[in-house]
């Protein structure tokens, strides 16, 4: 297929459909509303469902009540309104069951502003919700990644019937670039929806999607059930990126998502002046590629993290590196998005 | 030959319900219009939050728990994503009339195709009675020890009559099983409204007037009396919308009883 133009939020949409979900539900809320908007036309042109919920926390239960039948179902929404989804995700991380959560992240704490933010980096990696529970969590630095990572966040949510969250932010949902949509295969060898979905019981016994274990030993042993699964994540499901690590850069600058690509361009414009650098950009989050970040740290010996909060992500570059090498960190946050130079300025400062 | 027995959408339980508890009566209606429309199979039942969760362990359908107040939302994705299936919520009145208003107002206000069963005993039951947004004036809960003083309160909700006053076509009762022929009444309306939701007409809510003697702290049958002399005159049973009804036409909307004190 030909690529075509689309902002980044329209192509997310169209992903979802691409991915075969046929449900969404809806709150707007700015800087993500134009997936809503889009998705009103698009999903019953598809034979699918839009509802505009009337509130966050009514659209992420909707999403709850069809994930439990069986079907696919996602929705979107911005910082405030994730907070607002926070609890019914923390009921379907409980339950199990498959769904997506696009956070095209703004500025926070409270209400914040509309500008785009990373700032809800702690929020999607480290719960949100309350309870021992955790998402999968894809940070996306392009439209085209945008697109790639929501189809493939659906095939993931249906393999480990668990929450994925794609975390990116307002300059991701509003920018345009070209974009392809390359069909993804369908997950094979799941087991039956009618082993754990409310679909009817006709020829089997009741299924009960639920969270409740008012028995300790049997919520401990959910708790151990999800832990075993979050476990495998670790070894399946780390995805990362490098670029200019080979050869013997001076300083390793770790970020994610649009602040990535600025980074890289500070880095281009750095080996014009003959200073080499390295990035390594998490695509996933959550589990967070730990070891490359570690291995990658021992050799370069100078780490930097640049990201649009007040630092929250540098704390797992923290834990992985160790306190024998220093993790510094660079921010901008409120809205703004740092510039090429600023970042190159960073790191020149530290070389 | 059995002349009485479980309902086969019943699961053979001993229920965790107080002794003259409504719910056992509300579960078997709900379960004996299941059988009798043969849609077990398709059937899919939201929990609450409150002393109905475990409502899924008494019915053998399928069953979804949602987060407190939350139902509708639940039953408006299953329904929306399934329309094949036949979804009910059950709630009770501190998750549906309290946490949950918002919810259930907007589902019937879209019209969802699903049914509500809405039990109003005019007490939180499960965290061991609190005033409700239900509890009638001057009535003493825990967290209303003086009784209920409406100057700081308000006045209990009526919900039937707030869902009557949306236009979106829907079928809204209010039934009460405090006598015998009051319960042959509820079923009659508990039918007709997963009749309405078979037809995929509209969103049917059924309210039932219920006792809950633990935490009024009465006999079940004191709690019977106690629900007619209070709770009936400011809330008054009948239809309150009906699909049926031409468009434009005024329902006839039943009224409190005007020599209730508590009806003004």
Same mark, same amino acid.
């Given at each position: 297929m030909a690529k075509v133009l689309m902002k980044g939020n329209e192509a997310i949409g169209e992903a979802a459909i691409r991915a075969g979900c046929r449900n969404y539900f809806c709150y707007p809320i700015t800087p993500q509303t134009e997936v809503a908007e889009y998705l009103a036309r698009r999903m019953p042109e598809a034979g699918g469902n839009f509802v505009q919920a009337e509130s966050e926390l009514a659209a992420s239960n909707m999403v709850f009540g069809a994930a439990a039948t069986g079907e696919m179902a996602f929705t979107t929404s911005s910082s405030p309104g994730i907070s607002l989804m926070s609890e019914t995700i923390s009921y379907i991380a409980a339950a199990q069951l498959p769904a997506v959560f696009v956070n095209i992240v703004r500025g926070g704490? $409270?209400?914040?502003?509309i500008l785009p933010g990373q700032s809800d980096y702690f929020q999607a990696t480290k719960g +949100?919700?309350?309870?021992?529970y955790r998402l999968l969590v894809l940070a996306p630095a392009s439209v085209q990644e945008a697109v790639e990572l929501t189809m493939l966040a659906f095939r993931l949510a249906e393999k480990y019937r668990n929450p994925v969250m794609i975390l990116g932010d307002g300059m991701i949902g509003q920018m345009m670039e070209p974009v392809e949509f390359k069909d993804l295969p369908p997950n094979e060898g799941?087991?039956?929806?009618?082993?754990?979905?409310?679909? +009817?019981a006709k020829d089997r016994p009741k299924n009960i999607v639920k969270?409740?274990?008012?028995d300790p030993l049997l919520l401990e042993k959910n708790n151990h059930e999800l832990a075993a699964k979050y476990a495998l994540w670790h070894e399946l499901e780390i995805r990362c990126e490098t670029y200019n690590?080979? $050869?013997?850069?001076?300083l390793m600058v770790v970020a994610y998502g649009t602040t990535a690509r600025i980074c890289s361009t500070a880095i281009d414009d750095l080996k014009q002046e003959g200073l080499e650098i390295g990035l390594v950009r998490p695509i996933s989050l959550y589990p967070f590629p730990s070891r490359k970040v570690a291995e990658l740290a021992r050799r370069i010996g100078k780490v930097l993290t640049v990201e649009m909060?007040? $630092?929250?992500?540098v704390e797992d570059v923290r834990a992985a590196v160790g306190h024998d090498i220093q993790v510094d960190f660079f921010g901008r946050a409120g809205g703004i998005v740092p510039s090429p130079d600023e970042v190159a300025e960073q790191i020149r400062k530290r070389l | 030959m059995a002349l009485f027995s479980y309902p086969? @959408?019943?699961? !053979?339980a001993i229920t965790?319900?107080?002794?003259?508890?409504?719910h056992g009566v509300a579960h078997r209606l709900v379960a004996e219009v299941i059988d009798e429309l043969g849609i077990a199979e398709r059937t899919v039942g939201v929990a609450p939050v409150?002393? @109905?969760?475990?409502?899924y362990n008494y019915f053998n359908v399928d069953f979804q728990e949602a987060p407190h107040g939350r139902a509708p939302a639940l039953a408006t994705g299953a329904k929306r994503a399934r329309p094949d299936l036949v979804v009910f919520t059950y709630q009770g009145d501190g998750d549906?009339? @309290?946490?949950?208003t918002n919810e259930i107002i907007h589902a019937h206000n879209r019209g969802e195709k699903f049914t509500t069963i809405f039990v109003n005993n005019a007490i939180y039951g499960m965290t061991g009675g609190q005033m409700a947004p239900t509890t009638m004036p001057g009535q003493v809960t825990s967290t209303s =020890?003086?009784?209920?003083d409406v100057a700081q309160a308000g006045y209990p909700m009526r919900v039937c009559e707030m869902l009557a !006053?949306?236009?979106?076509p829907g079928y809204v009762v209010r039934c009460s099983l405090h006598t015998p022929q009051l319960v042959i009444q509820t079923k009659r309306a508990i039918r007709r409204a997963f009749d309405l939701q078979l037809e995929n007409r509209c969103h049917t809510f059924v309210e039932l007037l219920s006792t809950c003697p633990t935490n009024w702290g009465m006999t079940p049958a004191k709690a019977l009396d106690w629900l007619h002399e209070n709770m009936l005159p400011y809330y008054p049973l009948g239809v309150?919308?009906? =699909?049926?009804?031409?468009?434009g036409q005024a329902p006839v909307i039943p009224q409190p009883d005007p020599r209730c004190s508590h009806a003004h």
């Open positions: 704490p $409270g209400l914040g502003g +949100g919700g309350h309870g021992d799941l087991p039956d929806k009618n082993t754990w979905a409310t679909c +009817g969270s409740l274990f008012l690590c080979e $050869g013997d850069p001076k909060s007040m $630092g929250q992500m | 086969r @959408s019943m699961a !053979t965790h319900y107080c002794p003259g508890c409504t409150g002393c @109905s969760v475990l409502i549906l009339a @309290s946490i949950g =020890p003086m009784g209920r !006053t949306l236009r979106t309150f919308k009906d =699909p049926d009804q031409a468009d």
